[in-house]
């Protein structure tokens, strides 16, 4: 079993985040996962331009990083978001990965798999960040155990507090993937959107050129 913990923090070894993420790294070790986190600020990840070129043959047209990052996302079993509140959102890099995963949601190439989210803000708004990363992977396919968020700025301490219930996190997400939690109303919005997806595809054939959903059978 190996699962991945994406940061999008740019304050490195000092980032509150970072230590949350590490956190629910740690919980999934303690369980037997195989882990590796990314550092986001570390790597080269450009703007999707919309040109549509994943559509039509499945690989990005841009040359950075990002192959790379999903690659390693593809061969997960569990994906844990890491992300500090910038105005009621992630930062910039996470949401150009988010961007540039848009075959990937289309495709719904992440079913099957498990993930959760972690948030740090200085006063507010992590609830905020927490949906909107769990969206995203719900999006594309993944189903979701949880997320914790920590409003640290005027309680710096208060990082301490969640170290446990994160490590838990990172239990949970271990003991989901292995099939001993289940989730029967993520799993019915799941078949929904895949559904939805199918039909999206069957109407724009000529743009979803790629044979992801013949391969997988979700078209015959």
Not at 96 to 110: E, G, T, V, W, Y
Request: proline content about 3%; aromatic content about 8%; charged content about 20%.
């Amino acid at each position: 079993m190996r699962i991945i913990g994406i940061n999008a923090s740019p304050k490195g070894n000092a980032s509150n985040t970072l230590k949350l993420v590490n956190s629910v790294i740690k919980g999934a070790e303690s369980e037997g996962a195989e882990t590796e986190i990314i550092d986001l600020y570390k790597l080269n990840i450009e703007y999707c331009t919309g040109c549509g070129a994943c559509y039509a043959t499945g690989e990005c047209s841009l040359f950075d990083d990002f192959m790379e990052i999903f690659g390693k996302i593809m061969n997960a079993d569990g994906v844990v978001l890491g992300a500090p509140n910038y105005i009621n959102s992630v930062p910039a890099p996470m949401k150009a990965l988010f961007d540039r995963l848009s075959d990937a949601i289309h495709c719904q190439m992440l079913t099957g798999k498990f993930g959760c989210s972690v948030c740090t803000a200085g006063g507010s708004g992590d609830d905020e960040v927490l949906k909107y990363m769990n969206g995203v992977l719900i999006n594309l396919g993944v189903t979701v155990v949880g997320s914790i968020g920590v409003v640290i700025g005027r309680a710096p301490s208060a990082l301490e507090n969640y170290i446990g219930p994160a490590q838990d996190l990172g239990k949970k997400l271990v003991k989901s993937i292995r099939g001993e939690i289940k989730y029967t109303d993520q799993d019915e919005i799941l078949r929904q959107r895949t559904e939805y997806f199918c039909q999206l595809a069957k109407f724009n054939k000529e743009r979803f050129a790629h044979d992801w959903y013949v391969q997988k059978g979700l078209i015959k």
